[in-house]
Nanobody, 128 residues
Framework: VHPVESGGGLVQAGASLRLSCAASGRTYSAYATGWFRQAPGKEREFLAGISWSGPRTKYADSVKGRFTISRDNADNTVYLQMNSLKPEDTAAYYC??????????????????????WGQGTQVTVSS
């Protein structure tokens, strides 16, 4: 499964953006998807993840209540709705996927090492 991000851009503080992660390749497989971001000079951090079934979701404390992850399995797309954006949300945003075994369809990986396919990233810039 190969993820491709879109939806980034330049917005003012307080605005909203919705990022999309479209999957290609083995889309007949069940897979979990996670969103990460990396700001200049900082390590990549986990933001949110979603399982295949349920679905179950997990969030980092830094975005809980502001960001919402969702998925449309029919379109093989995962979304990250970002509200009340702050200048410190400025970063390159990446989505990643991990094919799941049929016995773990509700699993949500949080560590970047658990994800096997990564997109190229989309830039989000929030001005003050």
């Amino acid at each position: 499964v190969h993820p491709v991000e879109s939806g980034g851009g330049l917005v003012q503080a307080g605005a909203s953006l919705r990022l999309s992660c479209a999957a290609s390749g083995r889309t007949y497989s069940a897979y979990a998807t996670g969103w990460f971001r990396q700001a200049p000079g900082k390590e990549r951090e986990f933001l949110a993840g979603i399982s295949w079934s349920g679905p179950r979701t997990k969030y980092a404390d830094s975005v809980k209540g502001r960001f919402t992850i969702s998925r449309d399995n029919a379109d093989n797309t995962v979304y990250l709705q970002m509200n009340s954006l702050k200048p410190e949300d400025t970063a390159a945003y990446y989505c990643a996927s991990r094919v799941l075994e049929w016995t773990q369809l509700d699993y949500v990986p949080k560590s970047e090492t658990e994800y096997t396919s990564w997109g190229q990233g989309t830039q989000v810039t929030v001005s003050s």
